[in-house]
């Protein structure tokens, strides 16, 4: 069952990227045009990180000594970002792996965040995806998400991969939408808006990252090891710093990179899901979203918060293993 799954997926993900709209200005496809070499893009943060010049793949290590890590060394006011990433199997509790982007570094009061968090697991039991958004600074107000695999993340690659441009945030999980959140004049600040760079870390999250901290890293396991390859960013590259010494007089130029917007090829202007990537995300969310902030009773906030009043009709799957759901119909045509 599963490999037919995975068979159906592969076929799937296929006719997302080829029956993309005609009405979008650009694709998915051309985004995904900029594979960069890792030592001309990224340099190493902290840690061991292991390369293999053969097959191309970049490795993160966890140990007893550290953790590792990895930043682009460019700046990107818009971007497509994306890896394919093989997780560490067995004992894996406490362990977070994080691919995302941020400026903390040059914004530490007001930041931005675009959050790939992988939490590991106890032996037998699968790996948990979080998504997060953070926009000047709001992390008080965390827009987490959680969501079962629908297949296992340890026996292979997969692609993760974040579209960001003014008009919204989309993340995928091999070409398929799993999560978007639109610019609105609601949301005012929370929604990213000035230049990130690209981070891969892994560390240890024993405090938080499984069943709230019951289950830290064991060590005896170590070394944990997660591999990466066929990095892609397709962006506008930009100094933040400079940036933000601009003036902005309202959220509709909050861009802080004029040309970032006007410049077809590299503001990646796919600026809406086709039919087939809404009905896909739809499938995703009902059967493998299983955590949204919308619906925590315990944060208060999330329910003034503009997004999640479409939100709260969602029935959350239940958090558990590597399911097969199949849609009813199989997707793959455009909407009428």
């Not at 997969?158 to 579209?163: G, P």
């Not at 709230?212 to 933040?240: E, L, R």
């Not at 009773?297 to 709260?312: K, M, V």
Request: proline share 5%.
């Amino acid at each position: 069952m599963l490999l037919v799954l995975q068979l159906w997926v592969t076929a799937f993900s296929i006719q997302l990227i080829n029956q993309q709209s005609s009405v979008s200005a650009s694709s998915l496809q051309e985004a995904e045009d900029g594979a960069v070499p890792f030592h001309d893009t990224f340099s190493v943060i902290w840690g061991d990180v292991l390369f293999d010049q053969h097959d191309d793949v970049v490795q993160l290590k966890l140990d007893q000594q550290s953790g590792s890590g990895f930043v682009s060394l460019e700046n990107y006011m818009y971007a497509y970002f994306s890896a394919s990433i093989k997780l560490p199997h067995d004992y894996t509790a406490g362990i977070v792996l994080a691919f995302y982007t941020s400026n903390s570094d040059d914004f530490s009061k007001n930041h931005d965040e675009l959050d790939f968090e992988f939490l590991g697991n106890v032996k037998g039991k699968p790996w948990r995806l979080q998504t997060n958004i953070y926009g000047n600074g709001s992390v008080s107000r965390g827009r987490e998400e959680r969501f079962n695999f629908w297949f296992d993340p340890t026996t292979d690659f997969h692609n993760y991969s974040i579209l960001w441009n003014h008009k919204h945030v989309v993340f995928f999980v091999d070409e398929i939408p799993i999560r978007e959140l639109k610019q609105s004049e609601e949301l005012g600040g929370d929604y990213p808006s000035k230049p990130m760079a690209l981070y891969a870390t892994m560390w240890d999250g024993s405090g938080w990252a499984t069943n709230g901290g019951k289950y830290p890293v064991n060590y005896k396991y170590a070394p944990f090891k997660t591999s990466f390859k066929n990095f892609k960013i397709n962006g506008c590259a930009t100094n933040p710093i400079v940036e933000d010494q601009i003036e902005i007089p309202s959220y509709q130029t909050r861009s802080r990179m004029t040309h970032c917007i006007n410049n077809p090829t590299e503001t990646l202007q796919l600026w809406d899901l086709t039919s087939i990537e809404k009905q896909s995300l739809q499938w995703v969310r009902t059967h493998y979203l299983y955590y949204t902030y919308c619906q925590d009773t315990n944060r208060h906030y999330s329910t003034s918060l503009p997004e999640c009043a479409a939100q709260d009709t969602i029935k959350l799957a239940k958090p558990g293993g590597y399911r097969s759901h199949r849609p009813k119909q199989r997707l793959g045509k455009p909407n009428s």
